[in-house]
């Protein structure tokens, strides 16, 4: 299970957060170092966008998995308004800077690697479908959600918005419509088109091939 850490272990992991590798809808990702001389990146969130339930949801759900193609999360941070994830550091980062890059200035990635990177991807979503004890529907695949690590290994991240459901359901129910607009399956926006299933996840990951 993940570890728990304080805002002050964070500040000395990360060297007072002075090495910042990106940012996005949630957060700030910082570079930091472990005790052990695990390197890490710690996801510092924004509280305004990432609720309470949205960051327990991803520690339970994260916490007790274990793949190759999901990024491991190594321990969090709760405390009053300070809420942060500490993962294993993934070197290459998101595969979204490399499909997406002005030529020349990122490392372009060759057939035989897209290949490699798709074929990851999806033991990764099938293994939360599949072999978990209860299916878990991640509800946000996109590119900037699967991380690429030295090897250009695949692994699914970002489980905020992910959704257990009991083994054999066929469908389940949710309150609001999650996911990024131009990856998440049509029935999550409108709901008169079939129920909700894992086959939302299925669909997202054609939009990325």
Same mark, same amino acid.
């Given at each position: ?13 990360? #060297? ?11 957060? +700030? ?5 472990? @005790? @052990?001389?695990? /390197?890490?990146?710690?996801? $510092? ?11 327990? #949801? ?6 007790? &998995? ?7 999360? /190594? ?5 009053? =308004? ?7 550091? +993934?070197? #290459? ?5 490399? &499909?997406? =890059? ?5 490392? $372009? +990635? ?5 290949? @490699? ?18 299916? $878990?529907?991640?509800?946000? $695949? ?32 949710? !309150? !609001? !419509? ?13 709901? #008169?088109?079939?129920?909700? !299933?894992?086959?939302?996840? +299925?669909? @997202? ?5």
């Amino acid at each position: 299970m993940p570890s728990r850490y304080s805002y002050s272990q964070l500040k000395k992991i990360t #060297n007072n957060f002075a090495d910042k590798l990106g940012e996005g809808a949630f957060g +700030v990702v910082y570079k930091g170092k472990l @005790s @052990s001389g695990t /390197m890490v990146a710690v996801k $510092i969130l924004d509280q305004s966008r990432h609720s309470e339930s949205q960051f327990m #949801n991803e520690v339970a759900t994260v916490g007790r &998995i274990h793949h190759v193609n999901l990024v491991r999360l /190594m321990g969090y941070c709760f405390k009053e =308004a300070r809420r942060a994830l500490v993962y294993e550091d +993934v070197v #290459n980062g998101c595969m979204e800077k490399f &499909i997406f =890059a002005e030529k020349g200035k990122e490392q $372009i +990635v060759n057939w035989d690697q897209l290949y @490699s990177i798709a074929l990851g991807a999806a033991c990764g979503i099938a293994y939360l479908h599949q072999d978990c004890n209860r299916c $878990i529907i991640h509800f946000d $695949i996109k590119p900037h959600n699967i991380l690429l690590d030295a090897e250009f290994i695949a692994k699914v991240a970002d489980f905020g918005l992910a959704k257990l459901c009991g083994k054999g359901d066929n469908h389940i129910s949710l !309150t !609001t !419509t999650r996911g990024t607009p131009g990856y998440v399956a049509p029935e999550l926006w409108y709901r #008169n088109l079939g129920p909700v !299933t894992n086959k939302s996840d +299925v669909y @997202s990951f054609g939009m990325v091939l």
